[in-house]
């Protein structure tokens, strides 16, 4: 059996954790071919995330867009190898989604996904931390729940993580770089408190952080928000009545990733490939994958390295 290596989804109910999976998914055979890898979904995850890009695909059917995918009753993992083209997979690269509401209801499990996985992945819902003053952003986002996940599981961190924030329904944050800045701004305040705790003396040298924000869908844009009975509901529009779906930069969170996982690997103690390193040329093929795969990632407009740089490119 290949080693497992386990990624995880965080973020409130309905933030959009399983449509950022479902988008990185649509990008996963270009970003790691490109990188002369390939990773092969088992065929039960295939189906399952096929599901949903359907759905999410469905949110242009209407030209005023509430929802699509339904949210999740039972955590789902989604499964994939991980290895030189054409060989047999080195790594099992396996994505854990659990419903937002777990945070409530079942800390235990998130506290237990949160210590096995290697990187965390952030979804966040834009609208609620931009519009309105921030308002609606610790109903919807929860921030200081999930900060309060990463003291938890965290306290006692030995090895490196990566941690992924992802705005998401953020495509009218970055239409032009003023925008993209309010954003980035936004967000680096409103998780200040987060932001700190990665900057303390054991978890400054171990975490490295960045913010990616993906645009799932690319052309359905925020448009406004009514109260009712006390509660916010988002309305958004597609920008024109023939917009079709277009996501964009949903390659950017896997690109951090792979390009975390390989550095990690490479020339560190942590690294997981070493019983097979010996194969002949393996190190040099990770290398050149981990550049071609860094080489592309984005680090302006609304994306940020909060910190570790050096867990994230090699040669830094
Ligand atoms: N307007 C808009 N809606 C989106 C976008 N991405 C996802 N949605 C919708 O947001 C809703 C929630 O997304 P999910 O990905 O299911 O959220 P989740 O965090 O997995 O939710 P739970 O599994 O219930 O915790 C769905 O109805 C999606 O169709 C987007 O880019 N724009
Ligand atoms: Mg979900």
Redesign the pocket.
Same mark, same amino acid.
């Given at each position: 059996m290949p080693k497992e290596l386990k990624v995880t989804?965080l973020?409130?109910?309905?933030?959009?954790?399983?449509?950022?999976?479902?988008?990185m998914y649509e990008q996963f055979s270009d970003t790691f071919e490109e990188a002369d890898l390939q990773l092969t979904p088992d065929s039960e995850s295939s189906a399952l995330l096929q599901k949903?890009l359907g759905?999410?695909k469905?949110?242009l059917d209407d030209f005023e867009?509430?929802?699509?995918?339904? /949210?999740?009753q039972k955590p789902q993992s989604f499964k994939f190898g991980l290895g030189k083209i054409g060989d047999k997979p080195s790594l099992q690269l396996t994505f854990q989604?659990?419903?937002?509401?777990?945070i409530d209801k079942d800390g235990e499990f998130v506290k237990k996904v949160m210590h096995e996985c290697v990187a965390v992945l952030i979804?966040i819902d834009a609208p609620a931390l931009m519009e309105a003053n921030g308002k609606w952003h610790h109903l919807m986002n929860r921030p200081k729940q999930i900060c309060d996940f990463f003291k938890i599981s965290y306290g006692d961190l030995k090895e490196p993580r990566l941690v992924i924030l992802v705005p998401?329904?953020?495509?009218k944050y970055l239409q032009n770089e003023e925008d993209a800045k309010k954003l980035r701004n936004c967000i680096k305040d409103k998780y200040a408190e987060l932001f700190r705790l990665f900057k303390s003396e054991n978890l400054l040298t171990k975490i490295a952080c960045v913010i990616t924000p993906v645009?799932?869908? /690319?052309t359905?844009?925020?448009n406004n928000i009514r109260v009712e009975n006390k509660k916010p509901h988002?309305y958004?529009r597609k920008i024109s009545h023939d917009a079709g779906y277009s996501?964009k930069d949903s390659d950017q969170p896997l690109r951090y990733l792979l390009s975390f996982l390989l550095k990690l690997h490479y020339g560190t103690k942590w690294g997981w490939f070493n019983p097979i390193r010996h194969w002949l040329g393996w190190d040099r093929y990770l290398l050149e994958a981990a550049r071609q795969s860094a080489s592309q990632c984005k680090s302006s407009g609304g994306f940020v390295i909060i910190q570790g740089e050096d867990k994230l490119f090699i040669g830094k």
């Open positions: 989804m973020g409130n109910r309905g933030v959009g954790k399983t449509s950022v999976l479902t988008a949903r759905q999410l469905a949110l867009a509430t929802g699509g995918l339904e /949210g999740d989604d659990f419903p937002g509401e777990y979804a998401v329904r953020c495509e645009q799932t869908v /690319g359905v844009i925020f988002f958004f996501p």
